[in-house]
């Protein structure tokens, strides 16, 4: 063996160790949430294998973590016929619907009762991961349920996308599907970035996770936030499937696809009403949008069993919250005074149902979040209201603008006391200077008495005004 042989041998197990370090780096990071190595060091590992495979080309697999970005832009999406359709799932909106689907499937399967598995209905974009000898093959969108879109190059670039997994020997061709999505956290950087560039905002999450995923330049997805939930396989060659939904769940976890932590296996419907009542409350914590909770048939066999009517299975349905996001119009924008003597500007809307809720008012935040969004008065504006949380507007329709919209700024006076309002170099708020302003006098006032402070009863705002 010649020095040069011996010196590729040595590289080639170098490759193999870094990518076995960085996949399981990776895996801690983006799908157990739970990473165990610093940016640094991470860095490093992929610096050295970057070094090694630009030395030694012929080491280069797609499967590397070095592929994730750097395909060439695509000219267009070619078709993929899915080969088991991706179906819509029928709706539910009330705890009768439910019990009416329940006993209609026990009917059918001919069972007393059916297990059934409760999932939150992630609010993203539906993909389906096709591997082959362990390694990702190729990625698709829904599409209309029967042809999706090949967005393979988009896919790799997820990091909690795995591009192999642990399974070549055993199931040689499989199918993984689930939901790419974006946080609300990194939906808000993502329309700052958007803002601060004068590009277009997205409208929500959703929207932004699709727009992202559909880009014909991978590099664009990979600076996305974007995230992945598996919730079902699709199919599996040359191997037998576990035989219930469950299992299938947990053989995906086990190769190293991110599920959602917070499924759930029930006796009956019962229990899986109690489940969304629940999330129904609960929902508002998480940092990314769900819509619902959808609700599967445990039993391989009993879905199979109950089949499909038109393009739903009858052994799923999908419980459907009321929408927490609404669109109308901002008639305009007022500005009250804080206790620190802040200017908060807050939306005047054209009141609407949210939730069972009516809203007529959202908050702005500042003027530079409403420059950087570019709200008009007039804009026709999407607004979120999440649980008890104070309404907020996310941004404008801007493809329903006539041209009447009306750019807003901070007023130069103070609106209580008529004092000039000063905004500090550096920061984002705006402030009325004069301490014995009747605005901040109110809202100290009532922030004295409320419960979070002093707790003293029957000092309403009302009371403090006058």
């Known amino acids: ?55 030694f080309p012929d080491l280069v697999t797609p499967d590397s973590p070095t592929q994730r970005v750097g395909d060439a832009p695509l000219t267009e999406f070619s078709p993929v016929t899915h080969r088991e359709p991706m179906l819509s799932l029928a709706n539910a909106f009330s705890a009768d619907e439910l019990r009416k689907w329940y006993q209609r499937a026990c009917r059918l399967a001919e069972a007393d009762a059916l297990e059934l598995v409760c999932e939150l209905k992630i609010d993203g974009l539906a993909i389906a991961l096709v591997y082959e000898n362990g390694r990702l093959a190729q990625g698709a969108t829904r599409g209309n349920g029967t042809i999706g879109e090949e967005i393979t190059q988009n896919l790799r670039t997820v990091r909690s996308v795995p591009l192999s997994v642990n399974a070549a020997g055993s199931v040689p061709r499989f199918e993984a599907r689930g939901e790419c999505y974006m946080t609300w956290s990194g939906f808000e950087r993502l ?99 769900i819509d619902g909770i959808v609700f599967k048939v445990n039993a391989i066999e009993a879905q199979q069993q109950l089949g499909f009517v038109g393009k739903d299975p009858r052994w799923a349905i999908a419980f459907k919250y009321p929408s927490a996001e609404e669109t109308t119009r901002l008639n305009g924008i007022g500005v009250n005074v804080g206790r620190t003597g802040t200017l908060n500007p807050f939306a005047i809307l054209e009141p609407v149902q949210i939730g069972g809720v009516t809203v007529g008012l959202a908050t702005l935040h500042n003027e530079e979040a409403i420059l950087r969004k570019d709200i008009r008065v007039g804009d026709m504006v999407i607004v979120h209201r999440a649980g008890e949380v104070i309404p907020q507007v996310v941004g404008p329709v801007v493809s329903l603008r006539t041209g009447a919209e009306v750019p807003w700024h901070m007023p130069a006076e103070c609106p209580v006391c008529g004092t000039p309002v000063v905004k500090p170099e550096g920061e984002a708020m705006t402030y009325c200077p004069n301490r014995l302003c009747p605005g901040q006098a109110f809202r100290l006032l009532t922030h004295f008495v409320s419960r979070s402070a002093m707790d003293i009863e029957g000092i309403g705002e009302a009371l403090a005004q006058a």
Not at 5 to 19: F, G, Q
Not at 202 to 226: E, V, W
Not at 245 to 257: D, I
């Open 1 to 55: 063996m010649t020095a040069q042989d011996r010196s590729h041998d040595a590289a080639r197990l170098r490759v193999e160790e870094l990518r076995s370090e960085i996949a399981v780096a990776n895996h801690r990071y983006y799908v157990l949430d739970d990473p165990q190595l610093s940016d640094g060091a991470w860095d490093a590992l992929m610096r050295e294998l970057r070094d090694l495979e630009a030395a």
């Open 191 to 289: 329309n700052e970035q958007r803002a601060t560039a004068e590009e277009r905002l997205f409208a929500n999450p959703r929207n932004a996770a699709a727009g992202s995923l559909r880009q014909l330049d991978p590099g664009i997805t990979a600076s996305r936030p974007l995230h992945t939930f598996m919730y079902q396989v699709g199919w599996v060659e040359g191997a037998e499937a576990a035989a219930t939904h469950w299992e299938r769940l947990e053989w995906l976890a086990r190769l190293g696809f991110r599920t959602n932590p917070n499924i759930r296996l029930v006796p009956d419907i019962e229990s899986a009403i109690a489940f969304t009542e629940e999330w129904d409350s609960k929902r508002q914590q998480l940092d990314y949008p």
